[in-house]
């Protein structure tokens, strides 16, 4: 088996991005239907390994593994021998040592991730690392705007929110522009991340020609009539210290997306999220019902991608896939 490690977005190269849209699409017609198993990850195994709080990206995963035939073992930090003091290295070693085949690793430090790569020998994949990087959730926001024709250079995608501790942002970002895709942030001062222009591509890509560009906006009502989609981010309170907290109707009137604020988003739009959601404080039930919202489909289509991912990281592709590709 040839192993890969997704650490960050930008370990992926458009031929893997590609790929593994791909193979996310195969998949689709299957997670929509339900029930579907397939051996080819059978024998080997999955751990879980999540020191931070989650619900659909875990569960998503665990699916993923069980649907292909996969041993997939949970393990939190609570329960542990991380509640020992064990280090994320020696945990790596260890799970190494029982020659599992891949760990989906979420740990509340950006670079935990790439310490735990440094002595895990086989497949592992970040499901979010501190406010470093979310590489997964990434490919299946890629995805859900590739389904509605929006993964294309030129396209302009809005995201709104608590910017200053999102992970998804980040990855987001650094795919979209790889594509030529135009990103503005909207936000507060309080709610960016400090220097946010190292954001633009010219900071972080080894060559930056044909990115697309990065801005920074605090009025989303200038923002909306202008995007081919908007993606909504929740308050993350358990990250915060007390200095950035905003009142949350405040916060409502000026940067929720509500009633009066949908008619300014283009009807070809599509509005995104990548959850746990705040009804009522950064998205009206209103939005969530609008036939725009691809919040749920983003939930669905997850599955799918996280079983692309689970393939590609074991080095396996599904032999049905393989047939009708030649
Ligand atoms: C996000 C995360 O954990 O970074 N959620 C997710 O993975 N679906 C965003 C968040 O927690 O708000």
Do not use: D, I
């Given at each position: 088996m040839s192993y890969r490690k997704l650490v960050s977005i930008t370990d992926l190269s458009t031929d893997d991005l590609h790929t593994l849209l791909d193979l996310s699409e195969w998949f689709m017609p299957q997670v929509e239907e339900g029930g579907f198993k397939l051996d080819t990850l059978r024998g080997t195994s999955c751990i879980l390994l999540f020191h931070e709080a989650s619900t659909r990206t875990r569960a998503s995963f665990e699916v993923a593994g069980k649907m292909l035939g996969s041993d997939t073992i949970n393990m939190g930090s609570s329960g542990s021998s991380s509640e020992k003091g064990e280090s994320l290295k020696d945990t790596a070693l260890t799970l190494n040592a029982m020659d599992h085949n891949v760990v989906v690793l979420r740990h509340a430090s950006a670079d935990g991730i790439q310490i735990f790569a440094n002595y895990f020998e086989r497949g592992l994949l970040n499901a979010g690392s501190g406010l470093g990087q979310h590489p997964t959730q990434a490919l299946l926001d890629a995805l859900t705007l590739r389904r509605s024709g929006l993964l294309e250079r030129g396209k302009r995608v809005a995201i709104v929110g608590d910017?200053?501790?999102s992970r998804v942002m980040r990855s987001n970002l650094q795919l979209w522009s790889s594509l030529g895709m135009d990103t503005v942030l909207v936000a507060p001062p309080q709610l960016m991340p400090d220097?946010?222009?190292?954001?633009?591509?010219?900071?972080?890509?080894e060559d930056a020609t044909g990115y697309g560009s990065v801005s920074w906006d605090t009025d989303i009502d200038r923002v909306l009539p202008d995007v081919d989609a908007v993606m909504m981010l929740r308050m993350q309170r358990e990250r915060m210290d007390g200095g950035y907290l905003t009142n949350s109707d405040e916060y409502s009137k000026l940067y929720g997306l509500f009633g009066h604020r949908l008619k300014k988003l283009p009807a070809s739009a599509i509005i995104m999220h990548p959850g746990p959601v705040n009804r009522g404080i950064e998205i009206s039930e209103t939005a969530f019902l609008d036939p725009r919202c691809r919040i749920t489909e983003q939930v669905t289509w997850g599955v799918a991608s996280r079983c692309a991912l689970l393939c590609w990281s074991c080095g396996r592709i599904p032999e049905m896939y393989s047939q009708t590709r030649v």
């Open positions: 910017l200053r501790h220097g946010w222009e190292g954001l633009r591509p010219e900071y972080w890509a």
